[in-house]
T-cell receptor, first 110, second 117 residues
C-alpha cells in the first residue's frame, strides 16, 4: 500500500521562529491534505493541495507531485501553533480514504 | 466550509455493553464516509469505509461483527461498538467528502472519545 512519511517527528521552536515540515509519499495521489490536530483531537483542515502552492496567512504549502513530496511552512510561529501536524494522502482512485503519516509534533514556547 | 459533526463527543460505558456513534455531514451530502481510530500518541488508522445504501468495507484486522456500520442516508453514518471491552477504548473519528465537490478534499468530525471500564 501507499506509504506516507513525515519529518521531523518532533520539533521544538521558540516563538517567532520559522519551520518546514516535510511529507514524502510513495505513489501518485488524487488528494493530499495537511491537518493540525488541536489538543481536543479535532483535525483542522489546513490545506487541500494535491499539487502546486497555497498560502493562508502565516502558513503555506507546496506539493511537487512528480517528486512525491509536500512541504508545510510555518512562519513567525506562535504558541497556538503547537500540536500535531498530519499529512494525509489518498490512493489514486476516486472516493478512497486518506492514509495518514505519523505526524510531526510541534512545540512552540514563548 | 463543509461541516461534519459527531455525537457523542465522549462516552464511558461498561465492559460488555454496546455504544453507537453518529457521524453527520451538516451542509453537504456524502455517498461515502470513513471511520478512523486513533490511540494516544499515534496516528489515525482507517477502520472502514461506509457506503450509503450498501455494506461497509472493513480494513484488514477490523472485526465487522464488532464494529457495525450503517450508512442510512446521504448525511448520516453510524458506528456501533458491540460488546465493548477496555481495549476498544480509543478516539474514533469520521470523515466525509462532498459528493458534489470537484475535488477530493475530506472533512473530519470532532471525534468521539470512548472509554470502556
Amino acid at each position: 500500500g501507499i506509504q506516507v512519511e513525515q519529518s521531523p517527528p518532533d520539533l521544538i521552536l521558540q516563538e517567532g521562529a520559522n519551520s518546514t515540515l516535510r511529507c514524502n509519499f510513495s505513489d501518485s495521489v488524487n488528494n493530499l491534505q495537511w491537518f493540525h490536530q488541536n489538543p481536543w483531537g479535532q483535525l483542522i483542515n489546513l490545506f487541500y493541495i494535491p499539487s502546486g502552492t497555497k498560502q493562508n496567512g502565516r502558513l503555506s504549502a507546496t506539493t511537487v507531485a512528480t517528486e512525491r513530496y509536500s512541504l508545510l511552512y510555518i512562519s513567525s510561529s506562535q504558541t497556538t501553533d503547537s500540536g500535531v501536524y498530519f499529512c494525509a494522502v489518498d490512493l489514486n482512485q476516486a472516493g478512497t480514504a486518506l492514509i495518514f503519516g505519523k505526524g510531526t509534533t510541534l512545540s512552540v514556547s514563548s | 466550509g463543509a461541516v461534519v459533526s459527531q455525537h457523542p463527543s465522549w462516552v464511558i460505558c461498561k465492559s460488555g455493553t454496546s455504544v453507537k456513534i453518529e457521524c453527520r455531514s451538516l451542509d453537504f451530502q456524502a455517498t461515502t464516509m470513513f471511520w478512523y481510530r486513533q490511540f494516544p500518541k499515534q496516528s489515525l488508522m482507517l477502520m472502514a469505509t461506509s457506503n450509503e445504501g450498501s455494506k461497509a468495507t472493513y480494513e484488514q484486522g477490523v472485526e465487522k461483527d464488532k464494529f457495525l456500520i450503517n450508512h442510512a442516508s446521504l448525511t448520516l453514518s453510524t458506528l456501533t461498538v458491540t460488546s465493548a471491552h477496555p481495549e476498544d477504548s480509543s478516539f474514533y473519528i469520521c470523515s466525509a467528502r462532498d459528493r458534489l465537490a470537484a475535488g477530493y478534499e475530506q472533512y473530519f468530525g470532532p471525534g468521539t472519545r470512548l472509554t470502556v471500564t
